[in-house]
């Protein structure tokens, strides 16, 4: 079987991988440089949650409580932008985020399947990360691409490879995105 390296890549270029995640959370951690440069730009707070995003994969909470100062709002105002728009959250996740549907057409089509091999390939269940903080797995809800059901995503990447090839498709898949 051909693999996708297409979709490797695709995904690739849809995550920014990088070192500092490590520092996520720490309570020294000073995230006014990352803030700085969007400080004074029309709409930067969305800018600056997007760099946080693309660093740490979350928003962090000493991060609001930095965007909060950057921006003279209050820490709630904060987090309601940041809760407002899908794409952010302040919740701590890998920096592959796999999603399975479990919408009708895909339950149909063995969508549990495939979670449970994601789960063994991964050692790990729905809902939690990986120790290396690589990988969250989650289950989500219909992603408009039903028609090739079953279907799962990375960093909201559709993978919507015929059904029979998963079992063969996902640790080849996942290799490449280890190494990476
Ligand atoms: S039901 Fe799974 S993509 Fe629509």
């Given at each position: 079987?051909?693999f ?11 995550t920014?991988v990088c070192e500092?995640?490590?520092l996520?959370g ?9 803030i700085?440069?969007?400080?004074q730009?029309r709409?930067?707070i ?15 909470p000493?991060a ?7 921006f003279r709002?209050?820490?709630?105002e ?11 959250t302040?919740?701590?996740q890998g920096?592959y985020?796999i999603r ?11 969508a549990?399947?495939v979670?449970e091999?994601l789960?063994?390939?991964?050692g790990?269940?729905?809902g939690?990360?990986?120790?290396d ?14 028609a090739?059901a079953?279907?799962y995503?990375i960093?909201?990447?559709p ?7 998963f079992?063969?498709q ?8 280890r190494q990476?």
């Open positions: 079987m051909p996708d390296h297409f979709l490797t890549r695709r995904i690739l270029k849809s920014y500092v995640k490590i996520a720490e309570a020294g951690t000073d995230y006014k440089p990352l700085e440069p969007y400080r730009m709409g930067g969305i800018e600056a949650l997007h760099a946080l995003m693309r660093a740490y994969h979350f928003i962090p000493k609001l409580k930095d965007l909060a100062k950057a709002m209050t820490e709630a904060v987090y309601g932008v940041a809760s407002f728009y899908s794409y952010f302040t919740k701590e920096a985020v399975v549907c479990r919408s009708a057409p895909c339950h149909l089509e063995n549990q399947g979670m091999l789960e063994k390939e991964l790990i269940h729905a939690q990360t990986t120790e903080g690589k990988f969250t797995l989650e289950w989500t809800e219909c992603v408009g691409q039903c090739h079953p279907v995503t960093n909201r990447e993978v919507t490879e015929p059904k029979n090839v079992s063969e996902i640790p080849l898949l996942l290799e490449q995105l990476n």
